[in-house]
C-alpha cells in the first residue's frame, strides 16, 4: 500500500508559535513511517516558510525537533518569504498543528484551498467564527448555547462611559479579552474600575476591539469533539494552583492540574458532551474541535469558546482525552488524518 504524502505545518505568525512547533514535533515523532511520506513545513513569524522537497528519514521522524530545518543544505533545503504553495512538495494531506491568528482563523485554510490541498479541521469560513470570540458567541446564541453576557469595546471613538456602562451591565469580576487572541493571551480580569481602566488601556495597544464578559463563578472544563468516533470523548476538568483562571501560564506551565477524564457526576458530564458537540456545529465545524466550559454553582453550563485546532502536543488535552477511551496518539492522528480526507470542502 502506498504511503499518504503528508505536509505538516508549523510555527505562524502569533504569538502561540512556540507551541505550534511543539505540537508539530508531537504529531511528526508519532506519525507511522509505514503509512505516511512526511514533509514538515516552519511557518516563522517573519513569513519566511522552510521546507525541504526530502521527506523525513525514519531516524529524522523518530527523533524529530526544530533543530531540523536550521540544519536544512544542499538544492532540497528551501527557504522562501511567502511562497507559491505550488512550490512545496506535491501532497495528499496538510496536518495543520497550527494555532492562533494566521493559522487556525480561516487564512492558511483558504490558502490550501485555493491550491486544492487538503487539510486537517474545519474549514475557513468556520475557523474564521471560532476564531472570532464575538461572532463565536452570536453563534452559540443562534443555536440556543448559554454563554456568559457580553458587551463589545470599540478603540475608535472610545470613552470612559463605554467601560462604565459594560460594568454596570456585567459587574465585578469582569472578564476583558482580546476577541481574536490565543492560548488566553492578551485578556484579563478585572475586580474593580481601575483594573479595568489598566486592563483595556493595555488591550487597545493591539486591538481596535474589545470583548467584557461577566465572570461565571466555579468550575472550568474542556471537552473535545471528534466526527467518525463511537463514543463521544470525555471532558477534562481545569483545577486551579496558583492561578485565577486558565490563562497561558496554567495552560503551559503546570500552574492548573488538568483531570482527564474529569471526576464529574455522569450526568454533568452527558451534558457537557452534548454541549461540546452543539457548539461544533453552530460554527460549521468539521472533523475535530475542542469547546470551553464554565460550571457555576448550581450546575449551569456556559460555553467561552470553541477551538478549531486544539493543541496537539503529547501532553495536550485532545490527546489525553482521546487516550481515555482508548485511542492513542498514533491513533490519534490516523483518525484525524482519515476523517479529513472525507470532508467536502
Known amino acids: 500500500m502506498s504511503r499518504l504524502r503528508v505536509l505538516v505545518l508549523m510555527g505562524g505568525y502569533s504569538t502561540e508559535h512556540d507551541v505550534s512547533v511543539t505540537s508539530g514535533t508531537g504529531v511528526i515523532r508519532a506519525m507511522d513511517s509505514t503509512k505516511y511520506n512526511v514533509h514538515p513545513v516552519l511557518i516563522q513569524k517573519d513569513g519566511t516558510w522552510i521546507w525541504s522537497s ?16 536550521y540544519s536544512l543544505e544542499g538544492t532540497s533545503a528551501r527557504s522562501e518569504k511567502n511562497p507559491s504553495l505550488a512550490e512545496l ?75 462604565v456602562n459594560a460594568a454596570d451591565a456585567l459587574g465585578f469580576p469582569l472578564v476583558i479579552k482580546d476577541p481574536v487572541g490565543g492560548s488566553s493571551i492578551g485578556m484579563g480580569i478585572a475586580k474593580n474600575m481601575d483594573e479595568a481602566g489598566e486592563i483595556v488601556n493595555r488591550l487597545f495597544q493591539q486591538s481596535s476591539r474589545l470583548l467584557c ?33 486558565f490563562d497561558y501560564d496554567a495552560k503551559y506551565n503546570g500552574e492548573c492540574r488538568e483531570v482527564t477524564p474529569a471526576e464529574f457526576p455522569e450526568e454533568l458530564t452527558r451534558r457537557i458532551q452534548q454541549l461540546v458537540k452543539k457548539a461544533h456545529l453552530a460554527i460549521g465545524g468539521a472533523g475535530y474541535s475542542r469547546t470551553d466550559v464554565r460550571i457555576d454553582s448550581e450546575g449551569n453550563l456556559w460555553a467561552l469558546e470553541t477551538n478549531t485546532l486544539p493543541g496537539m502536543t503529547p501532553s495536550s488535552i485532545l490527546p489525553a482525552e482521546a487516550a481515555a477511551v482508548g485511542i492513542g496518539y498514533s491513533a490519534l492522528i490516523d483518525h484525524i488524518i482519515a476523517t479529513s480526507l472525507k470532508i467536502s470542502r
Open 213 to 245: 464578559e461577566k465572570f461565571i463563578a466555579g468550575g472550568e472544563a474542556s471537552c473535545g469533539y471528534m466526527d467518525g468516533l463511537e463514543k463521544p470523548l470525555p471532558p477534562t476538568e481545569m483545577r486551579m494552583t496558583t492561578r485565577e483562571y
Open 54 to 69: 526530502r521527506e523525513l528519514s525514519p531516524y529524522q521522524k523518530d527523533n524529530f525537533s526544530e533543530n531540523y530545518f
Open 89 to 163: 512538495p506535491s501532497a495528499d494531506i496538510a496536518f495543520l498543528a497550527l494555532h492562533g491568528k494566521w493559522g487556525e482563523d480561516g487564512h492558511v485554510q483558504a490558502l490550501l484551498e485555493n491550491w486544492g490541498i487538503p487539510y486537517t479541521g474545519c474549514g475557513l469560513l468556520a475557523s474564521a467564527l471560532a476564531m472570532d470570540k464575538v461572532l463565536c458567541k452570536a453563534a452559540y446564541l443562534s443555536a440556543g448555547i448559554a454563554t456568559p453576557p457580553y458587551r463589545v469595546l470599540f478603540r475608535d471613538g472610545f470613552c470612559g462611559d463605554d467601560l
